[in-house]
């Protein structure tokens, strides 16, 4: 099968990776790299990779069938457009986009010039989420009520452009982007029908540097997500609560352990002798009316994100991250950027497709 031919925008952090890993895939062939700075270009070609001298001179290179781009959040729109006017399908770099109606254009540019568009939302092969999907899917939790998903640090934002507002810069659009889209694949058979958000600034006015968003789905389930960087000791990775069992990944590391109720009824259990009393409530059940069991961490290739879309280019595979799926998760984002502007919940619309 002949690969499929790629060049990068953007030679920085996650620019190299996609150097490194596109090929790793073994579907595609990196021509070449376009970074502004001339430290980067440099760089490549110290790594044995074609620096095109500028834009234009990548876009004119024919060869090349797919652009990655990868550089700071504000820069996406413009980039993909031309790309895309230039013949090339696009990856973009999340979040794909600051706005739903940014995200539009780039839709409307995908249609006009008959390009693919994706964005990399790598984090859907993570081993901890796809345990909790399984977790979720498989019924043996009961009714889930709550499911809790959690990245803290403590290290702060990093102190480049990810701390400035003009270049799309803080948490929400740094992790949120990950965190609500696997929230989404998790709970699949849902509408998100409002949220509640609040966001920290801790060591930064212009951006946020953590948050706390609640989505409420139909039906009465409520999922947290959360994220900061000044915690020196984190809450479990996944956390999720039915009416039978509760699944909880405790870092990412980690392996999925369930532990189920068989015998609602048989409640009875040795009190907690607390400094101010005795607890029955709250005291724990024992092995006798639960079972444990665990949910190993599957077998997962990020590579199959770049196999998945060289594919879509022959005409061969559905894209796995849909122009649909962009557009809930940027609509969320907004509407928590609006809940915590306004102190309040908000609707959200159209976030089922
Ligand atoms: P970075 O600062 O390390 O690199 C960005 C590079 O883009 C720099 O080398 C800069 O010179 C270059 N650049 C800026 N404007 C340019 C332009 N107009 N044309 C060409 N080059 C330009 O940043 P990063 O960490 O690599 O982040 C880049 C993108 O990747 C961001 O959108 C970020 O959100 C995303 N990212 C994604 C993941 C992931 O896991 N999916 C991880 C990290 C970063």
């Known amino acids: 099968m002949s690969k499929t031919n790629a060049a990068i925008i953007g030679y920085g952090g996650m620019g190299s990776w996609h150097g490194k890993y596109l090929l790793a895939s073994d579907v595609a062939n990196l021509c070449g790299i376009y970074d502004i700075k001339e430290e980067r270009r440099k760089l490549a070609q110290e790594n044995g990779i074609r620096a095109y001298s500028s834009l234009e001179e990548l876009l004119g290179d024919e060869s090349v069938e797919i652009v990655t781009i990868a550089v700071p959040n504000d820069r996406h729109k413009p980039l993909?457009?031309?790309?895309?006017?230039a013949g090339k399908h696009v990856i973009c770099e999340k979040p794909v986009t600051l706005s739903s109606a940014d995200l539009k254009e780039i839709f409307d540019a995908s249609e006009r010039c008959g390009r693919l568009f994706t964005t990399h939302q790598n984090r859907r092969w993570d081993c901890d989420y796809l345990m909790m999907k399984e977790a979720y899917a498989s019924g043996k939790l009961g009714k889930v009520f709550g499911v809790e998903s959690r990245y803290q640090g403590s290290r702060g934002i990093p102190g480049d452009w990810r701390g400035r507002k003009e270049y799309g810069g803080g948490?929400?659009?740094?992790?949120?982007?990950?965190?609500?889209?696997?929230m989404l694949g998790i709970v699949y058979d849902k509408k998100v029908e409002s949220l509640y958000c609040r966001f920290d600034h801790l060591t930064n006015d212009e951006v946020d540097d953590g948050f706390k968003l609640d989505l409420y789905f139909e039906g009465g389930l409520t999922a947290?997500?959360?994220?900061?960087?000044?915690?020196?000791?984190?809450?479990?990775?996944?956390?999720?609560?039915?009416?039978?069992?509760?699944?909880?990944?405790?870092?990412?590391?980690?392996?999925?352990?369930?532990?189920?109720?068989?015998?609602?009824?048989?409640?009875?259990?040795?009190?907690?002798?607390?400094?101010a009393g005795l607890t029955k409530t709250m005291a724990p059940r024992d092995e006798k009316t639960t079972t444990e069991s665990f949910i190993e961490r599957p077998a997962s290739d990020?590579?199959?994100?770049?196999?998945?879309?060289?594919?879509?280019?022959?005409?061969?595979?559905?894209?796995?991250?849909?122009h649909a799926q962009l557009m809930r998760v940027m609509k969320i984002m907004e509407a928590?950027?609006?809940?915590?502007?306004?102190?309040?919940?908000?609707?959200?619309?159209?976030?089922?497709?």
């Open 80 to 85: 993909a457009i031309k790309a895309m006017e």
């Open 171 to 182: 948490m929400m659009l740094d992790w949120g982007v990950h965190l609500i889209d696997q």
């Open 336 to 353: 928590s950027f609006l809940s915590d502007e306004k102190r309040e919940p908000v609707k959200v619309e159209d976030c089922i497709y």
């Open 302 to 322: 990020v590579h199959d994100f770049y196999r998945n879309f060289c594919a879509a280019v022959r005409g061969e595979a559905e894209m796995t991250v849909t």
């Open 224 to 275: 947290r997500i959360e994220v900061g960087t000044s915690h020196f000791l984190s809450l479990p990775r996944f956390f999720m609560a039915g009416t039978s069992g509760t699944a909880m990944v405790n870092d990412w590391r980690d392996r999925c352990r369930l532990v189920c109720c068989d015998k609602w009824e048989e409640k009875d259990v040795k009190p907690v002798v607390t400094a």
